[in-house]
């Protein structure tokens, strides 16, 4: 479905990226993990064009495109884009618009559909994320938590191909984190594409198809999520895994 080849990324004389090869298959779950600062965000921000990579190629569906220092453009933007929907760490609701209006936002201006058939939609994904009797209240009256599942529930109204998740619960209190893993274990389960930067092991322990491990802007290593957790072959895998399990 969406596939990386050489990828590199600077931001000035620093390589956050360092000649990275990457796929993701259709109705797979990836996460990825590792230290703070080893390119685990950056590289999914090349995903959907967020960052331009400096150099390298992308795939995903029917397009491809190679990157050599220019900043990607409008079109080849709009094109990934079509593809994928990404869920931040802070949510990015917008605080004037009830959750219904959040949800309802991009099919109607960006994919131009009919309002009662979107909002129809938009009521089914709220109840799916546990809000419809949310529907009319405005992100301040949420909890985090609930906030970040109507984050997702927008993100779905666009019905995209590849999920994009940057630590979706780093943000959260403790209490609050299993309430949005929740919802992304269903989506799991419902053959979702799903990409997901996670600090959360026990949840790409459960939940990964496959699990890759960064440090310093490389890929280290990466396989099924039950090999990398119980019998991973690099030693920089092992120091890590070492200090959070």
Do not use: W
């Amino acid at each position: 479905m969406i596939q990386i080849e050489g990828v590199s990324k600077s931001f000035g004389n620093q390589e956050v990226l360092k000649d990275i090869h990457f796929e993701v298959k259709k109705g797979e779950v990836v996460c990825i993990i590792g230290p703070s600062g080893s390119g685990k965000t950056t590289l999914l921000r090349c995903f959907n064009l967020l960052e331009t990579p400096t150099s390298g190629k992308l795939k995903i569906g029917n397009s491809s495109f190679e990157f050599s220092g220019k900043e990607a453009d409008k079109k080849q933007k709009q094109t990934i884009r079509q593809y994928s929907g990404m869920v931040f760490q802070h949510f990015h609701l917008f605080p004037h618009k009830t959750l219904l209006e959040n949800v309802i936002e991009a099919p109607l201006i960006v994919q131009k559909r009919n309002k009662q058939e979107v909002i129809k939609e938009a009521e089914a994904l709220l109840e799916k994320v546990g809000l419809l009797d949310h529907k009319h209240k405005y992100p301040e009256q949420l909890s985090g938590g609930q906030k970040q599942r109507a984050a997702i529930a927008r993100v779905l109204a666009l019905k995209p191909e590849i999920l994009l998740f940057d630590e979706p619960t780093s943000a959260l209190d403790p209490e609050l984190v299993d309430e949005v893993l929740t919802v992304m274990k269903e989506l799991a389960n419902e053959g979702q594409t799903m990409l997901i930067v996670t600090h959360e092991m026990g949840f790409a322990r459960d939940v990964a198809d496959r699990v890759v491990f960064m440090d310093d802007g490389y890929i280290v290593e990466e396989g099924p999520s039950e090999s990398i957790f119980t019998n991973p072959q690099h030693n920089r895998t092992k120091q890590f895994l070492a200090k959070l399990l």
